[in-house]
Antibody, heavy 118, light 107 residues
Framework: QVQLEESGGGVVQPGRSLRLSCAAS????????MHWIRQAPGKGLEWVAV????????DYADSVKGHFTVSRENSENTLYLQMNSLRAEDTALYYC???????????WGQGTVVTVSS | EIVLTQSPATLSLSPGERATLSCRAS??????LAWYRQRPGQAPGLLIY???NRAAGIPARFSGSGSGTDFTLTISSLEPEDFAVYYC?????????FGGGTKVEIK
């Protein structure tokens, strides 16, 4: 069955960096686009980034453009999110999700928590 | 970006009752709208995609309708596991956006 498992979250000071990973299994990872979506504590969902199945299509929400970078390693079935210059407003539960039909999300991981605090 | 407005914010109903949730877009998204259910402490799960298509394993009590700017998710008879928060999401125009959510709570 499809499984997505995020890791790499933690507590980090403002201005520092963190890299999240999402390990995928149970499907042909190299055939699917992948997304990062976040949820601030007690808030709704915010789409963060997308990467195409071969890394060819990449896009970001304006709120993270220029300080987050999405990438993937298909040989390792792993998705990444490099987060630089972290700010308090980046504090959230970060989910990875598999793309459906270029822009919907059919499978989600359980998320990893990022807390930006001094 | 397209803003999705969900109403009501909270819906108080009893098990077995019918739930009707609304999602309005600030501009047309065609039929490029999905619905997700998020149970407490869990990740969201896809219910409906492209306005009216049920995702794999989703029971027939869930149905979606609409087009353009006005969309509806209907749950014909609420089960205990349906008391949760529901989000709509559009893929008609990038960036992808979500509505603010409707909480369906037990009356």
């Amino acid at each position: 069955q499809v499984q997505l498992e995020e890791s790499g979250g933690g507590v980090v000071q403002p201005g520092r960096s963190l890299r999240l990973s999402c390990a995928a299994s149970g499907f042909a990872f190299n055939s699917y686009g992948m997304h990062w979506i976040r949820q601030a504590p007690g808030k709704g969902l915010e789409w963060v980034a997308v990467i195409g199945h071969d890394g060819g299509h990449i896009d970001y929400a304006d709120s993270v453009k220029g300080h987050f970078t999405v990438s993937r390693e298909n040989s390792e079935n792993t998705l990444y999110l490099q987060m630089n210059s972290l700010r308090a407003e980046d504090t959230a539960l970060y989910y990875c999700a598999r793309d459906k039909d270029i822009g919907h999300f059919d499978y989600w991981g359980q998320g990893t928590v990022v807390t930006v605090s001094s | 970006e397209i803003v999705l407005t969900q109403s009501p914010a909270t819906l108080s109903l009893s098990p077995g009752e019918r739930a009707t949730l609304s999602c309005r877009a600030s501009q047309s998204v065609g039929t490029n709208l999905a619905w997700y259910r998020q149970r407490p402490g869990q990740a969201p799960g896809l219910l409906i995609y492209q306005t009216s298509n049920r995702a794999a394993g989703i029971p027939a009590r869930f149905s979606g309708s609409g087009s353009g700017t006005d969309f509806t998710l209907t749950i014909s008879s609420l089960e205990p596991e349906d008391f949760a928060v529901y989000y709509c999401q559009q893929r008609g125009t990038w960036p992808l956006t979500f509505g603010g959510g409707t909480k369906v709570e037990i009356k």
